[in-house]
Structures are given as structure tokens and as C-alpha cells.
């Protein structure tokens, strides 16, 4: 157990919809990121919060958004579902903001159809 | 981040140790090796990293090259639940400007044979 925890771990929804996935950090961790993880294209790394602000940013389309509470708790909003928005979400945390190990959560399966 | 190369699979005998390489000939030199494993579906679990010294945690051992172009990840004991697989990424470590993802590549299934 990483100590990251994620819900839901399973989401069914169809085109069109809008969902949105939890993450919790490990205690005292002020980074989250989030990663999706598809047959296609494999693990790639969409966003990343230090601290409630953006700090990095990958291969995350505009439909989808991120944010980051006050308790350090992270959402990922996905709009505008589409069938190749399947995949697993994965959350990690880390200490800093850079550099450190990142711990991942158990991830959110997402299938739309 | 520099680019790692990994064999695609590769079988090891249960109660065996496991050794699985990975080449990252163009690594600099505050690039970090980094070994992650996926086991199923499950999210990537952390093994461990090492800068240029072979490091050892209670799950695996890392050994580096002296000119740090390859690496070999070492589980000196592997059992069934071992098969997973495995990721070795290279990524600068702490620095001022960020490198804050992970490179995942494609990874070696490693498959324990009972």
C-alpha cells in the first residue's frame, strides 16, 4: 500500500459525459500528479499540483482539467468524454516538487462507451 | 530525459534471481536510474534508485556501470509475485527546474516460472 489513495476504482460513462477522479496524497506529500495509462499509449504524464498550483504540464488535452484543494487533495476532470478517453487514471504524490520519488495510487479505470 | 532500452520479456525460474538490464547509453551525468514495476493493472510501485553507486533496499538491488551507460536491476529471490512488468526510467534528480515526470517506456515483462 502506497498511501496514495484514488476514487472511484471503477467508472463506466458514456460519450458526451463528464467525469471527475480523486486522488489523496501520502500524509505530508504536496505534489500530485496524474498519469494515463491506455493499451495504445501506454503510461504518459498529463499534470502536475505542488502545493494547490500548477507546476507542470504533459500530454493533457483541453478537455480535461486538474486541480488541487487547500487539504492537498487532487480532482481530474474529464468533459467531453470520447471512446478513446478508456484508460486508467493514475494519481502519484511526492515530498517536493521536483526530483523526488513519486508513489502512485491503485488508479481509476475509466471505460466510455 | 535520457531514453532507456529494455528487452521486451524475459523469463527467470521461481526462487532464482532476476536480472534485468537496461542500457541508457545517453544519460547525463544528474540523470538518476530509476526502477518502477506494474503489476497487472495495478499502479506502479517504486523499487528503487541510484545516481552512480549500486544501491540495495529490501526489495531489489541496483547495479550501476562505472560509466553509468547500463544498469541491472537485481531481485535476488523471485517468486511468483514478481511477475510484473518492469520499468527502468532516467531522470534528473533535484534540481531548480523541474523535471517532474516520469518517462515511462514500454518496459520488460518479466515472467517467474514456478
Known amino acids: 500500500d502506497s498511501g496514495v489513495t484514488q476514487t472511484p476504482k471503477h467508472l463506466i460513462t458514456a460519450t458526451g459525459q463528464r467525469v471527475t477522479l480523486r486522488c489523496s496524497p501520502r500524509?505530508?506529500?504536496?505534489?500530485v500528479y496524474w498519469y494515463q495509462q491506455s493499451l495504445d499509449q501506454g503510461l504518459q504524464f498529463l499534470i502536475q499540483y505542488y502545493n494547490g498550483e500548477e507546476r507542470a504540464k504533459g500530454n493533457i488535452l483541453e478537455r480535461f482539467s486538474a486541480q488541487q484543494f487547500p487539504d492537498l487533495h487532487s480532482e481530474l476532470n474529464l468533459s467531453s468524454l470520447e471512446l478513446g478517453d478508456s484508460a486508467l487514471y493514475f494519481c502519484?504524490?511526492?515530498?517536493?516538487?521536483?526530483?523526488?520519488?513519486?508513489?502512485f495510487g491503485p488508479g481509476t479505470r475509466l471505460l466510455v462507451l | 530525459d535520457a531514453k532507456t532500452t529494455q528487452p521486451t520479456s524475459m523469463d527467470c525460474a521461481e526462487g532464482r534471481a532476476a536480472n534485468l538490464p537496461c542500457n541508457h547509453s545517453t544519460i547525463s551525468g544528474n540523470e538518476y536510474v530509476y526502477w518502477y514495476r506494474q503489476i497487472h493493472s495495478q499502479g506502479p510501485q517504486y523499487i528503487i534508485h541510484g545516481l552512480k553507486n549500486n544501491e540495495t533496499n529490501e526489495m531489489a538491488s541496483l547495479i550501476i556501470t562505472e560509466d553509468r551507460k547500463s544498469s541491472t536491476l537485481i531481485l535476488p529471490h523471485a517468486t511468483l509475485r514478481d511477475t510484473a512488468v518492469y520499468y527502468c526510467i532516467v531522470r534528473v534528480g533535484l534540481s531548480n527546474f523541474g523535471n517532474e515526470k516520469l518517462t515511462f517506456g514500454t518496459g520488460t515483462r518479466l515472467t517467474i516460472i514456478p
Open positions: 500524509s505530508g506529500d504536496l505534489s
Open positions: 502519484a504524490s511526492s515530498v517536493g516538487w521536483t526530483g523526488e520519488t513519486q508513489y
